[in-house]
């Protein structure tokens, strides 16, 4: 697959995941209402009410957030003439605007971007990764970060938390009002208990599976982004060569929070995690061998 | 309720209508911004090369025939206009630094000097930056060149004024040199 159908299917699926989100809020609400009749409907709006106002301030802040939260430090072009110089090739390719540029003193190589459009991009890069890697390594590095804020990642993975959020809560919810509520308020309506036992099952599970959706989503786009970052340089073989030096590398960035573990093009995270289910990148070595399938094309 | 129903498929129809004339005016847009950044980032080159020419002239003072090219070709591609010519001198431009480079490496005091390595430095991302620009501006000709052929965009082509756009193709004879292949 070249890069412009690795583009187009990762959207394609992110679409999916997205609708699947959609349909899993509709799945809770209907076994809510099943479950407790029509009288509670009132509280899925104040439920997605929370989730939004807790999301979007991290969303619409993200740039100053996630500066905060990572120990970040933003720099000038005369700080670091060179670095700043291959962005400016990275966004002439991509016709982005120059983002903000930080540096977050760190040995262990990693890069990230947020923000919640291109105006108000920030990317930064740990000490480490600056050392470790050669031109065109750091320009594939650069490239994925960009491609994020071209493919407004930030609303993406927004969009998603705000959902698994609302589903959180709205599932928390129920699930007190069982038990100190007593149970359903008007019997007349829905007396089916097949139906009671699956909307209970929904009730219980939802959040799971919210995660999970969240997780698939944050793992299309990690691929999403490594294709659009060779339609920027049409260099795979840059791109790849960086993730060979992560996938060598075992140092750790040291994280403040994990909160935002997601963001780096190397998860903090992943090597501890569960499963592959529940990660927010897909396996490196999986992303190498698309990167490397691309080369074999050119 | 008839005219109710009426009215919205109507109104649909006219949203579709702008939507297709503001994707091709947007579309052209973006391709005239890329053409834009192509200029900026040909000028920059030229801008350099003086110095840069320069720079080599005080160690390398009989190379003459070299710098002439370096000029000359200079001269045209700060005259050209048509996405064809600025393609065409840019080409030669990018030929006659070359050039310009190989005399260099026969002069190791010239190829030690500061002065000489970060104007090289410079010249290397802003061949660069031209490169990207040019990508740009062709993945952007592709895009509005396909919205000029294709269903629905079509039809809304002669309305808003937009044709297809000329791709920016540089003729580097390195690239013609095909490897000959010997039995």
């Known amino acids: 697959m070249n890069f412009r159908t690795q583009q187009a299917a990762n959207k394609r699926k992110t679409i999916g995941l997205l609708v699947g989100m959609a349909v899993l809020v509709w799945l809770v609400v209907y076994a809510a209402l099943t479950y407790f009749g029509t009288s509670t409907a009132g509280i899925v709006p104040i439920a997605v009410g929370i989730a939004l106002i807790s999301v979007w301030g991290s969303y619409y802040g993200a740039d100053k957030l996630v500066i905060t939260m990572t120990g970040a430090k933003l720099i000038q072009e005369s700080d670091n003439p060179k670095l700043f110089a291959l962005i400016q090739e990275v966004t002439i390719a991509s016709g982005l605007p120059m983002p903000k540029v930080a540096i977050v003193v760190d040995s262990a190589p990693?890069?990230?971007?947020?923000?919640?459009?291109?105006?108000?991009?920030?990317?930064?890069?740990?000490?480490?990764?600056?050392?470790?890697?050669?031109?065109?390594?750091?320009?594939?590095?650069?490239?994925?970060?960009?491609?994020?804020?071209?493919?407004?990642?930030?609303?993406?993975?927004?969009?998603?938390?705000?959902?698994?959020?609302?589903?959180?809560?709205?599932?928390?919810?129920?699930?007190?009002?069982?038990?100190?509520?007593?149970?359903r308020?008007?019997?007349?309506?829905?007396?089916?208990?097949?139906?009671?036992?699956?909307?209970?099952?929904?009730?219980?599970?939802?959040p799971l599976a919210a995660i999970l959706l969240k997780s698939a989503i944050s793992r299309k786009r990690e691929s999403l982004a490594d294709a659009t970052a060779v339609a920027f340089t049409r260099n795979p073989a840059g791109l790849r060569s960086a993730l060979e030096v992560l996938e060598r590398d075992s140092t750790v960035v040291q994280q403040k929070s994990t909160s935002v573990a997601h963001i780096w093009i190397e998860s903090p995270l992943d090597g501890k995690a569960v499963s592959r289910l529940f990660s927010t990148h897909p396996p490196i070595a999986e992303r190498i061998a698309v990167l490397k399938a691309m080369e074999s094309l050119n | 309720m008839k005219t109710i129903v009426v009215l919205g498929v109507i109104a649909l129809i006219v949203l579709f209508f702008i939507a297709q004339y503001n994707r091709l005016i947007r579309l052209n847009i973006s391709?005239?911004?890329?053409?834009?950044?192509?200029?900026?980032?040909?000028?920059?080159?030229?801008?350099?090369?003086?110095?840069?020419?320069?720079?080599?002239?005080?160690?390398?003072?009989?190379?003459?025939?070299t710098f002439d090219a370096v000029v000359t070709a200079r001269a045209k591609a700060t005259s050209a206009s048509s996405v064809a010519d600025v393609a065409a001198a840019d080409g030669m431009l990018t030929q006659a630094l070359r050039g310009l480079l190989a005399v260099a490496e026969a002069y190791p005091d010239l190829k030690a000097s500061a002065n000489f390595l970060s104007l090289q430095d410079e010249l290397a991302t802003t061949e660069n930056k031209v490169a990207f620009s040019r990508q740009f501006y062709n993945d952007n000709v592709?895009?509005?060149?396909?919205?000029?052929?294709?269903?629905?965009?079509?039809?809304?082509?002669?309305?808003?004024?937009?044709?297809?756009?000329?791709f920016y193709e540089v003729e580097d004879p390195q690239d013609r040199n095909a490897p000959k292949v010997t039995f």
């Open chain 2, 142 to 166: 592709r895009s509005l060149n396909t919205a000029v052929k294709t269903v629905p965009t079509n039809f809304f082509a002669g309305i808003a004024k937009v044709t297809e756009r000329e």
């Open chain 1, 110 to 183: 990693n890069a990230f971007a947020t923000g919640r459009n291109p105006e108000h991009a920030l990317i930064a890069f740990t000490t480490g990764i600056l050392d470790a890697m050669d031109r065109d390594q750091l320009q594939g590095v650069i490239a994925h970060e960009l491609a994020h804020v071209a493919n407004r990642d930030t609303l993406v993975s927004a969009v998603a938390a705000t959902t698994a959020g609302a589903i959180a809560i709205l599932s928390d919810m129920m699930t007190r009002m069982m038990f100190f509520g007593g149970g």
């Open chain 2, 31 to 65: 391709v005239n911004e890329a053409w834009a950044q192509i200029e900026v980032q040909l000028k920059r080159r030229a801008d350099l090369i003086p110095n840069l020419v320069e720079s080599v002239k005080g160690y390398a003072k009989h190379e003459q025939s």
């Open chain 1, 185 to 206: 308020r008007d019997r007349g309506n829905n007396g089916n208990p097949i139906m009671l036992l699956v909307s209970l099952l929904i009730l219980i599970l939802a």
